[in-house]
Nanobody
Framework: EVKLVESGGALVQPGGSLKLSCAASGYIYSTVLIAWFRQGPGKEREGVAAITTDGVSTYYADSVKGRFSVSQDNAKSTVFLQMNSLKPEDTAIYYC????????????????????WGQGTQVTVLS
């Protein structure tokens, strides 16, 4: 079992920055990919960034490329999502998720491919 806990969500002005954290505990060595998803009001859950647990590869959705950056601190079993140049359309609940299988070629953006989920953290960008 793997437990994921997100933190860092807040209210922010357009153009501002936030850094989200996802603290992992439990049998984390069973996971190979950690992703950040978000779900805005009335929208489907979408993947925005992912990182392999060895830290070698990162993936970004087109909507956040160049603005968001995913990283990890293995010593603290924490994955971060640095979000810059925030826009009102970035408003959503942000979730981190972990997969026991390696996913690429778009599969890393499918929520059903992930085995563990956090409870989410709210990010609101004022309009």
């Amino acid at each position: 079992e793997v437990k994921l806990v997100e933190s860092g969500g807040a209210l922010v002005q357009p153009g501002g920055s936030l850094k989200l954290s996802c603290a992992a505990s439990g049998y984390i060595y069973s996971t190979v990919l950690i992703a950040w998803f978000r779900q805005g009001p009335g929208k489907e859950r979408e993947g925005v960034a992912a990182i392999t647990t060895d830290g070698v590869s990162t993936y970004y959705a087109d909507s956040v490329k160049g603005r968001f950056s995913v990283s990890q601190d293995n010593a603290k079993s924490t994955v971060f999502l640095q979000m810059n140049s925030l826009k009102p359309e970035d408003t959503a609940i942000y979730y981190c998720a972990a997969s026991r299988r390696f996913r690429i070629d778009g599969q890393q953006w499918i929520p059903a491919n992930f085995d563990y989920w956090g409870q989410g953290t709210q990010v609101t960008v004022l309009s």
